[in-house]
Structure formats: C-alpha cells, structure tokens
C-alpha cells in the first residue's frame, strides 16, 4: 500500500511540473481541507459559507436573525455569529500554512435556514421564545415561488448588507489573528451570483469599507482580494465591465449551466436520461461542459475579461471544475485553476497535466473537442 502511496505522489508531483493549471479544492471543514491537502490541493478554490450554519447551535442563531426585523433585534445574533465564523475561517487558515483560501459569502435564499411544517415551526417558536403566528408571519414573507432564481447570493448583499458584513469581519478578523502571529495568510474573499459591475461594484463597497474599518480598528493590514463567481450569463458577456472591480473570477458552472439552458438543476433527473438516450444531449452538462454552449460563454469571459486586466486569475469551481475532460477544455481557454471536492484532486491534477502536453502538441486543441 505504502509502495503504491508513493508511486501515486510521484505521479502527482510530475503532474504538478507538468502542468500549468492550479488545482484547489472546494472544502467546507478543516476535515475536506485536510484531506485535500494530503491529495496535494494547492489551497481552497471554494468554501461554500452555508454549509456552517446547518450546525443546531448556528442555525438557531441564523434563525434568530433572519427573523429579526429591525437592527437593534439583529445585533445580538450577528454578534454570535461572527464568533463562531471567525471560528471556522481560523481554522482554515490555520490549516492552509500560506496557501490561498477563498471563501465565498452566504449564498441560498434565507427561507432555506427556516422551518417550514407546523411541527417544527412549533418547536423553533419555542426555542426562541417568541409567538408562533409572528414566525409563520415572518417564513411566508421570505418566501419565493422560484427561489434558485430569487432573493439569493449578492442579492441579499442589497437588501440585508449585515450578513456579509459579519462574514467579511469573521475572515479578515481570522487572517489577522494568524497575520499577528507571523503566518502568511492568503485570503480572498468570494460574491456568488453577480450579474454586472454595477452589482459586483455596490457589493465590494460593503466588503472593502468591512475590511478596512477592522484594519483600523486593530491597526494592522494584510493582503487580500475581492472577486466574483461567474455563474450568470449576463456576468459572462460583460465580463470585460466586471473585471474592472474584480480581482479574480471563479466560474460557477452549477448555475451558469442551469441558467444557460434554461434547466433547473435540482430537477433535471425527470428528463435528463431520456434527452441522452434520445441523442438531443451528448453529456449532462452539468458534468461536462458543453464546449460550444457554456463552454463558449466561458471562453468569451476570460478572453473579456483579461482584455481588461491580462493577469486576471480566472477559476472553475462547479462540478465540472473535476471532470478531466473538461478540464482539457478549461486548460486550453487559458483557465488559471479548478477547484473540485477533495477526492477529485488526483483526477484533476492528472488530467491538468496531460491537458498540457496535450496542447503543446496539438495544434489548435480547442478544433477538437466534439461540439454538442
Ligand atoms: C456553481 O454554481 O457552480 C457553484 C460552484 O456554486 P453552488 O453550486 O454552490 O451554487
Ligand atoms: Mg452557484
């Protein structure tokens, strides 16, 4: 076993030579993030922030935001809050010993964190201690008949700005705490689902004003970035605009797939199967990207965007961020990284490797990949 451990990080080292394309990983604990690390990931392409506050004790507290209506009620769950996520970031820098982390700010519509049957609505109302009638008040007021296309990612940046400033305190609070203490920290702050620079642009307000004030405060600095997924079409085709005020992009092909097909993702499993059998797909593109559909949005980003600024550092952290062939495709639009779950990132870094000898062997790599 230890022969073939070793045979296995050879391999992974040449890869790492050998190719040009970082591979990160999408890790929500310090468990994910240390198993990517033992799979060689380069650092954290993708902290999904929801995932912390599924935990009884934060979703109690998340609830007890959400459903407070003015300030004052909301200051003493934020405050919680901002406990136990600063937290969680420390402990995924602690762990990153210098690599980069980028952590994405809260991105599902709110009425996901609340109860919705008569039992749990019971319980929840006693737990907090308030009226039963005031919270299903409060849960049928968030409530979306559509809500993947709602009030969800920087749209709630808008309307409720004191989450992401909490978030944004809890990460640069963390990195500071380990900056003092001599490490190097890497952290890059991530807004899901932005649409356009206007949006991108009154969001970044609220996290560089966050930062800067608690660099003040504690009278000391650190480098750090601010950057967008790219998961909405309209972000793609102005990518030129958004990169003006985005210091990276991370191509969010979960959504970017569902939006330009026009397919919900958590309901295609009713047609999926027949539209391959039936020949109208070749793949589920939301496992492999259509090269000439979301694939080509993707190439008219990076091309816009790094008209913009040429260094720009442009990820991939959907589910295709693993699947080795399209990764092939993502190497040969000039993607910098992916980032995929742990388990991945043998596969990936593979398949980054031979994405690149690949290229530099075929004359025009993109001319070959099977259009849809
Ligand atoms: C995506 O949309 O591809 C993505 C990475 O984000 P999420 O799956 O959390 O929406
Ligand atoms: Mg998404």
Redesign the pocket.
Known sequence: DSKVNDDLSTILDWSKQEGDLGVYANADTPADFAQALKFGADGIG?T?TEHMFFKPERLLEMRRLIIAEDVEERKAPLAELLQMQQGDFYELFRLSEGRSVTIRLL?PPLHEFLPHDAKEIAKVSDQLGIDPGYLVRRVDALKEINPMLGHRGDRLAVTFPDIYEMQVRAIIGAALELHTQGLEIQPHIMIPLTGSKAEMNWVRDIVVNQVESLFDERGTRLKYTVGT?M?IPRACLTADKVAEVSDFFSF?????TQLTYGFSRDDVGSFMPEYIEKGLLKADPFQTVDVDGVGELMKMAVERGRMTKPDLPIGV??EVGGDPKSIEFFEAINVSYVSCSPYRVPVARLAAAQARIRRSQTQDVIASFVKS
């Open positions: 993708l999904r991105d997924m998961e969010g092909t979960n959504d970017l952290c959907g």
